[in-house]
């Protein structure tokens, strides 16, 4: 049996996303940020956990995304700005199917 999406929303299609590269989308009504770095996909809130600026304005830099207000620097893996590794990225999972990524979402 495939595995259960219950919980999660249907959001891009995995080929959309590049290498090196950010795609935000609305995922029933959130804004979800899609990540490709090193072949590894990482799904953010697309607000930054400082003052909720959106990342997608930002910039990739190698492991790190960095956030257009005030420059921070999170890292993907861990999730945490360099500086006050108190402040994280908010990640979400996400699962793909036939292609297609699907995201689950807070209850
Ligand atoms: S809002 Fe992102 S670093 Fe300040």
Request: net charge negative.
């Amino acid at each position: 049996m495939a595995d259960s999406l219950e919980g999660y929303y249907p959001a891009i299609e995995e080929k959309a996303l590049e290498e090196n590269t950010m795609k935000l989308a609305s995922v029933d009504g959130v804004k979800i940020l899609f990540i490709k770095q090193k072949n590894k996909i990482y799904v953010i809130d697309n607000r930054c956990p400082h003052q909720a600026c959106g990342f997608s304005g930002g910039k990739l830099d190698d492991e790190f995304i960095v956030c257009p207000c005030h420059d921070w620097r999170f890292n993907l893996e861990s999730g945490e700005y360099e500086a006050k590794p108190f402040y994280k990225l908010k990640f979400y999972e996400y699962k793909i199917v036939s292609g297609k990524i699907y995201v689950k979402l807070d209850d």
